[in-house]
């Protein structure tokens, strides 16, 4: 399973992220799909996680900001985080979390997103 | 949501074991035995090496081993080499509908 992600490299202070994430053949329906972000020398913190149904969870510290979808018939899931700060900048990963045992199987390479004033 | 705790750092020799420690509540790693522990070289993703508290996947070495002790998880690296010097992050899952919570990251220097 292939999973990248794609997007700008640079948004704009109080402007919105986009990011997508691309997946091939049919992992996109057996996974909650996740997007883990990663500031620069710093851990990972969960953003949200969306399912293919459509059911999504997002992080309650992102949650007024975080907005997740799914597009099935192009195998991709994106994400939108509005009104960015440079405390977005980070290096965002797309990650597959199983259900079954509950951890992240596979990661993408990440995105690096720099927020510029 | 608070993260688990990890160590900043832990060292060793080559050839020696180490342990890195996950600490949690009785609410995640203390509850459930889904601990996972995920390795991250600089400037690239993390990989998973532990699941389930102690399973590895395909292709993991057998000098990676997990295990959980009430609330606290660890991971064990065994025969150290050079190329294990890396950053570790534990997770565990913390109830349904979350994908629960990440330790702080653990950086592992070989001496």
């Known amino acids: 399973v292939q999973v990248q992600e794609s997007g700008p490299g640079l948004v704009r202070s109080s402007e919105t992220l986009s990011l997508t994430c691309s997946v091939s053949?049919?992992?996109?329906?057996?996974?909650?799909w996740s997007w883990i972000r990663q500031a620069p020398g710093k851990g990972l913190e969960w953003v949200g996680y969306?399912?293919?149904?459509?059911?999504?969870n997002y992080n309650p510290s992102l949650k007024s900001r975080v907005t997740m979808s799914v597009d099935t018939s192009k195998n991709q899931f994106s994400l939108k985080l509005t009104s960015v700060t440079a405390a977005d900048t980070a290096r965002y990963y797309c990650?597959?979390?199983?259900?079954?045992?509950?951890?992240?199987?596979?990661w993408g390479q990440g995105a690096l997103v720099t927020v510029s004033s | 949501q608070p993260a688990l705790t990890q160590p900043a750092s832990v060292s060793g020799s080559p050839g020696q074991s180490i342990t890195i420690s996950c600490t949690g509540t009785?609410?995640?790693?203390?509850?459930?035995?889904?601990v996972s522990w995920y390795q991250q070289f600089p400037g690239k993703a993390p990989r998973l090496i532990i699941y389930?508290?102690?399973e590895r996947p395909s292709g993991v070495s057998a000098r990676f081993s997990g295990s959980k002790s009430a609330n606290t998880a660890f991971l064990t690296i065994s025969g150290l080499q050079p190329e294990d010097e890396a950053d570790y992050y534990c997770?565990?899952?913390?109830?349904?509908?979350?994908?629960?919570?990440f330790g702080g990251g653990t950086k592992l220097t070989v001496l």
């Open positions: 990650a597959a979390f199983s259900s079954d045992w509950y951890f992240f199987e596979l």
């Open positions: 053949g049919d992992a996109i329906r057996s996974f909650y």
């Open positions: 969306m399912f293919y149904t459509g059911h999504t």
């Open positions: 009785n609410t995640d790693v203390g509850r459930y035995k889904f």
């Open positions: 389930k508290v102690s």
């Open positions: 997770h565990s899952y913390a109830g349904s509908d979350t994908p629960g919570r």
